[in-house]
């Protein structure tokens, strides 16, 4: 099976890349919502600036 503190660790060390993907993601939803392109009009601004 493995060492639990071993899979412990190497779960700690890929969980960082893996929040930067992830709020890399988001910050590209949210300044695409946030654009004058048209295809965002239907969205709130209220909603836009969550």
Do not use: T, W
Not at 7 to 25: A, F, N, T, W
């Amino acid at each position: 099976q493995g060492d639990p503190i071993e899979e412990r660790h190497k779960e700690s060390m890929e969980r960082g890349p893996i929040i930067d993907q992830l709020v890399y993601c988001v910050n590209s939803y949210r300044e695409a919502a946030l654009s004058k392109d048209p295809k965002f009009d239907h969205i709130d601004i209220n909603d836009k600036q969550k």
